[in-house]
């Protein structure tokens, strides 16, 4: 059973990893672009956040848990600085995502580019970048402690 939750974990890690690089893409399409079509592009970034980002955090997070709890119920393994690092880092850019990020995407994909919301979806839109930034910055820490990570 641990190999289907490590398949979980991975394709969920995917989802998590490449919503997030889609939306820093569509950060750099949005920069080009005339600020009249702003909301389609934070509407794309909104709709990656929901039906990408979040769900493949969430999970992520889950899978993680069990996983970890699972090893755990053994003890017959040993526990590295490694895999101490994936799950911490992986913990807070988990947490980063889910309540930084998630928020300010939602709010982002609710907000014009233009007239009086515009001081609210640039704000939303330099959280969302910020946050998205650093969920995305401690995801990859954890993929590399996740690498890095030998049994034994």
């Known amino acids: 059973m641990s190999g289907f939750w490590r398949v979980v974990h991975y394709v969920a890690f995917?989802?998590?990893i490449?919503?997030?690089v889609?939306?820093?893409l569509a950060e750099s399409v949005l920069r080009r672009l005339d600020r009249s079509l702003w909301g389609g592009v934070a509407d794309v970034q909104a709709a990656l956040y929901r039906w990408l980002v979040g769900p493949g955090t969430i999970v992520t997070l889950v899978?993680?848990?069990i996983l970890t709890l699972r090893m755990y119920?053994?003890?017959s393994v040993s526990v590295g600085?490694?895999?101490g690092m994936m799950q911490l880092t992986g913990l807070l850019g988990?947490?980063?995502t889910l309540l930084g990020a998630m928020p300010a995407a939602g709010k982002l994909g609710r907000l014009e580019p233009h007239g009086d919301s515009a001081a609210a979806f640039d704000a939303a839109r330099r959280r969302l970048a910020s946050t998205g930034l650093l969920g995305a910055v401690l995801a990859v820490l954890a993929l590399f402690a996740g690498a890095m990570y030998r049994i034994g």
């Open 22 to 24: 889609g939306v820093i």
């Open 63 to 65: 899978s993680g848990l």
């Open 73 to 75: 119920n053994g003890m």
């Open 18 to 20: 490449g919503g997030g």
């Open 94 to 96: 988990g947490l980063v």
């Open 81 to 83: 600085a490694w895999l």
């Open 14 to 16: 995917v989802a998590w």
